[in-house]
């Protein structure tokens, strides 16, 4: 059952311009939502996260929206970079227990 | 404070054989959760650890199992393994608690021939 969606393979934006990132879920329980960006041979890097009782969290380039009404979540960032180049994973959690993830998104991001 | 790691990097084994992986939690967490990540997809919940006890098992049938001992390392053991059990499996240590962020290691990739 995917109870995450990322809908996106794949997304690419120039340098400096923002980029959006959508992740869908389907379990209204999931009160935990984090992004992770994962390079090649490398374990997934945690990114950010957000509470179910939040609407957005912000950390420097880096902002999550929450939209429960929709089980609809984004990342935000800006301005782009070209390190930012990789596959990010959105993932969801309930009672703490385990992660459901998302099939991820490759970014690009072009110099 | 020490990350996770994860041993062996790598590793190529025959079908119907049986592997063993190995995880070192992050210092002061106490539960680890490993996870399967196909080609392609997403990371896949196996199983999670915690006061070394199983809290919790996705949908992979019972030739994979774990253990977690009292320092909060764990193992996952594959047995009879198929060709579909290649993948990169990865391991994520957390504290007990709500909204702690998992922390992964590097994962181990595993190619059954």
């Known amino acids: 059952d995917q109870q995450v969606k990322q809908n996106s393979p794949s997304l690419s934006v120039q340098e400096g311009r923002i980029s959006i990132l959508n992740c869908d879920y389907t379990n209204s329980m999931f009160d935990y939502f984090l992004w992770y960006k994962k390079y090649p041979a490398e374990g997934p890097t945690f990114l950010i996260s957000i509470s179910s009782i939040k609407d957005k969290n912000e950390d420097g380039r880096f902002t999550v929206f929450l939209n429960k009404s929709a089980k609809h979540l984004s990342l935000h960032i800006v301005p782009s970079q070209p390190g930012d180049s990789a596959v990010y994973f959105c993932a969801a959690r309930k009672n703490n227990n385990d992660m459901r993830f998302g099939a991820g998104t490759r970014l690009t991001v072009k110099p | 404070e020490t990350g996770v790691t994860q041993s062996p990097t790598h590793l190529i084994k025959t079908r119907g054989q049986q592997v063993t992986l190995r995880c070192s939690s992050q210092?002061?967490?106490?539960?680890v959760s490993w996870y399967q990540q196909a080609l392609g997809q997403g990371p896949q919940f196996i199983f999670q650890y915690y006061r070394e006890e199983e809290n919790g098992r996705g949908n992979f049938p019972p030739r994979f199992s774990g253990l977690q001992f009292p320092n909060y390392s764990s193992e996952l053991n594959v047995n009879a393994l198929e060709l579909d059990d290649s993948a990169l499996y990865l391991c994520?240590?957390?504290?007990?608690?709500?909204?702690?962020?998992?922390?992964f290691g590097q994962g181990t990739r595993l190619t059954v021939v």
């Open positions: 210092s002061g967490h106490n539960t």
């Open positions: 994520a240590s957390t504290r007990q608690g709500p909204n702690t962020e998992a922390f």
